[in-house]
């Protein structure tokens, strides 16, 4: 699976959309890009997922360029809950390889 | 519904000896995943099922960790004669088949060892 780069942490103000970027330029055409975010003392939880196309769902979007070699999580009305640490992984499938995320704090 | 589960949620133990760490994946998953997490670091895998059947595990640091999954349900992670560095927080975690599949993951038990 390809590496990731993600700042190590990151502030955002309440109410705001929260921009979290994410490198793999290593990724192959196979590979999807997820998004995971761990709040403290939980588990990792599902955000969203994409190939090549731009996504959106409930819980956020995610914006992958043109050539695939980054990506954008966009949290359009960020919320103090949002303060998590929140994993970009690229994967073809089966298990996952964390990095050690953006620490998205939340300031009100 | 239920989600994924794990007991116990604490677990402290004395070096050397041997632990089992339970993993009751969401009803109809047939794919479960091991990982653990040390302090400040993401996940790292352990093993992956897929049924019964470990389909990866390059994930286990070395021949005292063992992971089972006798029904194709609830997994069993066996760590023998302990170690301090074998403190961690170890989630599970099971998805539909298909892996691509989201991932859910479970809260975690958190292994002390002293």
């Known amino acids: 699976d390809a590496k990731t780069t993600q700042p190590p942490s990151m502030d955002c103000a309440e109410g705001r959309a929260a921009n979290l970027p994410c490198n793999h330029s290593?990724?192959?055409?196979?590979?999807?890009v997820y998004w995971y975010r761990q709040i403290h003392s939980q588990g990792p939880q599902y955000i969203i997922h994409?190939?090549?196309n731009n996504e959106t769902n409930e819980m956020a979007s995610l914006i992958i360029t043109e050539d695939r070699k980054s990506s954008t999580l966009i949290l359009p009305h960020a919320t103090l809950r949002d303060t998590a640490v929140y994993y970009c992984?690229?994967?073809?499938?089966?298990?996952?390889?964390f990095g050690a995320g953006t620490r998205l704090t939340v300031k009100p | 519904g239920a989600g994924v589960s794990q007991t116990p949620s604490n677990k402290v133990t004395e070096k050397g000896k041997y632990v089992e760490l339970r993993c009751d994946p969401i009803?109809?998953?047939?794919?479960l995943y091991w990982y653990r997490q040390s302090l400040g670091q993401g996940p790292e895998f352990l093993i992956y099922?897929?049924?019964?059947?470990?389909?990866?595990d390059s994930g286990l640091p070395n021949d005292r960790f063992f992971a089972v999954r006798p029904e194709g349900s609830v997994s069993t992670l066996k760590i023998q004669r302990t170690e301090r560095g074998d403190s961690a927080v170890y989630l599970c975690a099971s998805s539909q088949s298909g892996s691509r599949n989201e991932q859910f993951f479970g809260p975690g038990t958190r292994l002390t060892v002293l």
């Open positions: 099922f897929q049924g019964t059947g470990a389909a990866d």
């Open positions: 992984i690229v994967r073809v499938g089966g298990d996952m390889r």
């Open positions: 290593t990724i192959s055409g196979n590979e999807y």
């Open positions: 009803s109809g998953h047939t794919a």
């Open positions: 994409g190939l090549k």
